[in-house]
């Protein structure tokens, strides 16, 4: 069977990622979601797109 590729990262998942509680993670979530929106793009709560959170917490360069 084939892995496909996450499109978006949850609280739960990122709270595992980076070692943190998942309310804290929600609220990094939500930082990361205004500045989507800030930037003219519709969020949904609770997630990110795994590009944008890669980049922002691991500095990888998202191309599109």
């Not at 990622?17 to 309310?23: A, D, I, K, Q, Y």
């Amino acid at each position: 069977m084939e892995k496909s590729k996450k499109m978006y990262v949850t609280a739960e998942e990122a709270a595992e990622m980076l070692g943190v509680s998942t309310g804290y993670a929600y609220k990094i979530i939500r930082g990361l979601n205004e500045e989507l929106k800030v930037k003219g793009y519709r969020t949904i709560c609770g997630k990110v797109p795994t590009k944008y959170f890669k980049e922002k917490f691991y500095g990888l360069t998202v191309t599109v």
